[in-house]
Every structure is written in structure tokens, then in C-alpha cells.
């Protein structure tokens, strides 16, 4: 069965960096595009990042556009987010997705990102 497994999560200072980590398991990675979506608390969960199959394909949501560089090694079945200079309004779980049909299919337990001094 389809596992997402997120890692790299934490307490980041305003202006800090991290790099979150899926690992996937269940299905052929790199058949699949993949997604990093975010809930902060109170509100839906969110749509952050997307990458294609191959890698050379990205889009991003305009609060995060500049900030965050979603990538994947198809070889290790793993797909990242890089986060830079990150705010008080990027404190959220953390979720990556498969993607199939132009929809997440599939999401992780989710990571912890929190910003605060």
C-alpha cells in the first residue's frame, strides 16, 4: 500500500531555513507527480508545491514563491521542500502527497514547522 513518510519538521527561528523530507513507498515514484500541502492550525489544508514525474517541472503558491524550492531524487523514492526565510505564517503541519489525475490521492502523517523566536 501507498506510504508517505515526512520528516525534517521543528522549532525555527523567523528567517531560519528547513528542509522537509518524504520518503514513499507502495507504488512506482517515478511515475508519479507529488505535492507538499500545509494546515495551519484553524484553517483547510493548503496546496504549497508541486513537482512532476521528472523533476523539472515546479509550481508553487504565491506565499511561498521565491521561499521554498520543491525537489526529488527519484532513485531514493523522496521528495523535499526547502524552506528559506521562513515567517510566522508558514507554522503548520506538513504534508506531502501523491499525486494522480491531476488530484492528491494520497497524503503523510504530516511534520510539525514551527516559526517563533
Known amino acids: 500500500q501507498v506510504q508517505l513518510v515526512e520528516s525534517g519538521g521543528g522549532l525555527v527561528q523567523p528567517g531560519g531555513s528547513l528542509r522537509l523530507s518524504c520518503e514513499a513507498s507502495g507504488f512506482i515514484f517515478s511515475n508519479y507527480a507529488m505535492g507538499w500541502y500545509r494546515q495551519a492550525p484553524g484553517k483547510e489544508r493548503e496546496w504549497v508545491a508541486l513537482i512532476d514525474s521528472t523533476g523539472r517541472i515546479t509550481k508553487y503558491n504565491d506565499s511561498v514563491q521565491g521561499r521554498f524550492t520543491i525537489s526529488r531524487h527519484n532513485i531514493r523514492k523522496t521528495v523535499?521542500?526547502?524552506?528559506?526565510?521562513?515567517?510566522?505564517?508558514?507554522?503548520?503541519?506538513?504534508?506531502?502527497?501523491?499525486?494522480?489525475?491531476?488530484?492528491?490521492?494520497?497524503?503523510?502523517?504530516?511534520?510539525?514547522?514551527?516559526?517563533?523566536?
Open 80 to 117: 523535499y521542500l526547502q524552506m528559506n526565510n521562513l515567517n510566522s505564517d508558514d507554522t503548520a503541519v506538513y504534508f506531502c502527497s501523491l499525486r494522480r489525475g491531476g488530484a492528491s490521492v494520497a497524503f503523510g502523517q504530516g511534520t510539525q514547522v514551527t516559526v517563533s523566536s
